[in-house]
């Protein structure tokens, strides 16, 4: 059956894990990577993951917030405006209409960064 790995994303054979690299979920060759490649990879699901929630709280925001000042551009845009659709509408239901209506540029924002995926339809 294999195991899966939460950076590259692939359900690999357990011989590609470490004990520790199975307790976390990271293979080998993953865990070769770059701290900040690593690092980039885990930020990016993580914000992505805000949006599937039913609602972004206040705790995820104080975190999107940092997030905001990653030295990596595309961390920064990601959390920015997952930020900015956390202050405007919290939570999930009704989001994307209220989007719509008022802030048409932050839901432009969420299409082009590919979040709208993350988010689903209306
Ligand atoms: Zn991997």
Redesign the pocket.
């Given at each position: 059956m294999g195991h899966y790995?939460r950076?590259?994303g692939?359900s690999?054979p357990n011989e590609k894990f470490t004990r520790k690299g199975h307790r976390n979920h990271?293979?080998k060759?993953?865990a070769k990577m770059p701290k900040e490649e690593k690092e980039s990879i885990e930020q990016e699901e993580e914000i992505f993951n805000y949006l599937r929630q039913s609602n972004i709280s206040q705790k995820n925001i104080s975190r999107l917030k940092k997030l905001v000042d990653s030295d990596d551009s595309k961390i920064a845009e990601l959390a920015v405006t997952v930020l900015e659709v956390a202050l405007v509408k919290p939570h999930k239901k009704r989001r994307l209409k209220i989007l719509a209506k008022e802030r048409r540029d932050l839901l432009i924002k969420l299409e082009e960064t590919g979040l709208i995926v993350a988010h689903g339809g209306f």
């Open positions: 790995c950076i590259c692939r690999r990271i293979c060759d993953c």
